[in-house]
């Protein structure tokens, strides 16, 4: 199986450009759909690299995932190696991506003497990454924010620190058991996990304020609570297509009567 490279890392992005493509313009086109969809997109290097068979060539084909495994946008192999600083895997970082830019969940930054304990565990603490982070849920004082977190990222280390699915790390099976963060119950591993996003209204109304701001040019304020009520009640109106949420942007009275402010 190839290794990850610049380019395999090219193609994964390839991938996930052509599955957003397809799943927004021609398919169902909804937030939940694109994180629980059961296919993406690949050639033949990528395919290789991912231990799929039955792709070759340089075009990009349509292929059907192994639903126990990938599902949807988070599970493709640029996302979770996107989220990885480094050859190893860090359930903290994948977690407050997860919380933070798909929840709109504001996770404060440690200050003062909690940052000296603001840093990965040394690698030989443990044969898998739950051991390793679990000191961060045991103490006090990081659990409070943690727990938000590594229960979330530790529900990814199926992948590795290129987004290689596995079972085992260093041959221990990996316990990739967790949770989101306001909602019921717990997730058996990624795809549960995926599946528990997808349903969640936090993940939705955090969308649709990220195009807000992104289409408007501006960060939201206390003042702009109407515009936000607007169009994420509109986008869930719609079953919480994306389409029509570009729409919905340019029918408020905020967009109207916009005009540039000094962030």
């Not at 957003?20 to 629980?36: D, H, M, N, R, V």
């Not at 949807?72 to 996107?82: I, K, P, R």
């Not at 909690?114 to 051991?131: C, F, H, N, Q, S």
């Not at 045991?138 to 938000?148: G, K, L, M, S």
Request: hydrophobic fraction near 35%.
């Amino acid at each position: 199986m190839p290794t990850f490279s610049r380019t395999i890392g090219s193609l994964m992005r390839e991938e996930t450009q052509r599955f957003l493509e397809q799943e927004i313009f021609e398919e169902a086109g909804t937030w939940p759909s694109i994180l629980t969809a059961p296919y993406s997109y690949m050639n033949g290097p990528l395919a290789a690299f991912y231990g799929v068979s039955g792709v070759t060539g340089d075009a990009f084909q349509r292929v059907e995932l192994d639903t126990t495994q990938r599902l949807g946008l988070l599970t493709q192999a640029g996302v979770m190696a996107g989220t990885t600083h480094s050859n190893m895997t860090n359930p903290v970082v994948r977690g407050s991506f997860v919380v933070q830019k798909l929840m709109c969940h504001v996770i404060p930054l440690p200050t003062g003497d909690i940052l000296e304990k603001v840093k990965p565990p040394d690698p030989y603490t443990g044969k898998t990454a739950r051991e390793r982070f679990s000191q961060h849920s045991e103490d006090q004082v990081c659990a409070t924010c943690h727990q938000f977190m590594d229960p979330v990222g530790f529900s990814f280390e199926n992948y590795d620190a290129v987004g290689l699915f596995r079972a085992t790390e260093n041959d221990v099976a990996i316990d990739a058991s967790g949770s989101v963060p306001r909602t019921e119950g717990t997730a058996s591993g990624p795809i549960e996990l995926v599946r528990k996003l997808a349903e969640a209204e936090d993940v939705q109304s955090c969308f649709a304020t990220h195009w807000i701001e992104y289409a408007y040019g501006l960060t939201l304020r206390a003042e702009d609570k109407c515009t936000r009520e607007a169009v994420t009640a509109a986008f869930k109106t719609s079953g919480y297509n994306v389409r029509q949420l570009l729409i919905e942007l340019t029918q408020t009275d905020a967009f109207h009567t916009m005009a540039p402010r000094e962030e």
